[in-house]
């Protein structure tokens, strides 16, 4: 099960105005591509956490990383505009954050977040009886 790991309050907080976004996209189908890029986070972090996903918490770090590729989507749904530069820039962050990606899967980035605990199996032998025999 996919967590977001933000919602779309937090798209002007990582300078992607929400107006803009709200202006190209439902908010059913921003909440989709919020779900959507969480995912496609979780794919590399299962390279490095494979037990530990959901995270428990994690920071802003990951916030933006998903406002960002949920943002990217959204504006290429529609079509970009070679000439707007804050499409660019989006097109700019978009790649940023896949190669920051690249990076915490190879252990060379390291977020903020709090892994699962990851549940060990018991190997004791267990025994159970549904009536006692009275022996």
Known sequence: MTVAYATRTHFDQFGLPAATLDALASSTVQDAQLSSASGLMDS???????????????GDELRECACVLAAYVIVARRGFNPDNAWEQALQARRAEWLAWLELVRDKKAHPDVTPMPSSTPSYSPSTRSSTLRGW
């Open 44 to 58: 590399y972090f299962r390279g490095r956490w494979p037990d530990g996903l959901p995270f428990s918490s994690w």
